[in-house]
């Protein structure tokens, strides 16, 4: 499973940015659908910010290394 196939399972969606936000990309999730979180240059740099956002950075390596396998 990559990154991007976790994310989706867990409801986050990504949509179209402002670039005045300082990217083009941004994310929603399923749990705060009113929120959406602006700023990223990549699909992958949008994911990882959410999944570090959620769970913080030990759980993010670990989850990180779980779906390298």
Known sequence: MTLE???MKAGVSLVP???????RIA???DD????TTCGFNTRNAA???WLE???G???AKAVFKLLKK
């Open 47 to 49: 994911y990882k910010h």
């Open 5 to 7: 196939e976790f994310s």
């Open 57 to 59: 950075k030990q759980t």
């Open 17 to 23: 940015c402002d670039p005045d936000w300082g990217g």
């Open 53 to 55: 956002g959620t769970f």
């Open 32 to 35: 705060h659908p009113n929120m």
């Open 27 to 29: 994310y929603k999730t």
